[in-house]
């Protein structure tokens, strides 16, 4: 079983930058995708990029096209979510998660199996 750590989150002004770590332990990260999300206070979780892990192909959400870049360290078994230009819109905790479905970049919540226990980002304006 796999299990996902996020760390790197806190507070930072509008305009910085973060970078969030998602370290796959318990086994090599085996599964396809390595996707993230957020959850804002009173909101949905909603999706914001994932990676394929054997090729490093991605594909973001509209809202952080741009600014957000996500990558993946195979040799390190590790994920990451870079931030730029933050907004104090992306305020949320943020969450990286596996799937293994095939063929199709996954983009919900029900497609991925295991889920880390998220790191929170506060940007203030």
């Known amino acids: 079983q796999v299990q996902l750590v996020e760390s790197g989150g806190g507070l930072v002004q509008a305009g910085g930058s973060l970078r969030l770590s998602c370290a796959a332990s318990?086994?090599?990260?085996?599964?396809?995708?390595m996707g993230w999300f957020r959850q804002a206070p009173g909101k949905e979780r909603e999706f914001v990029a994932v990676?394929?892990?054997?090729?490093?192909?991605?594909y973001y959400a509209d809202s952080v096209k741009g600014r957000f870049t996500i990558s993946r360290d195979n040799a390190k078994n590790t994920g990451y979510l870079q931030m730029n230009s933050l907004k104090p819109s992306d305020t949320a905790v943020y969450y990286c998660?596996?799937?293994?479905?095939?063929?199709?970049?996954?983009?919900?919540?029900?497609?991925?199996?295991?889920w880390g226990q998220g790191t929170p980002v506060t940007v203030s304006s």
């Open positions: 998660a596996a799937s293994d479905v095939n063929g199709y970049f996954p983009t919900r919540r029900y497609a991925y199996t295991y």
């Open positions: 318990g086994r090599t990260f085996s599964s396809n995708y």
């Open positions: 990676i394929k892990w054997s090729s490093g192909s991605t």
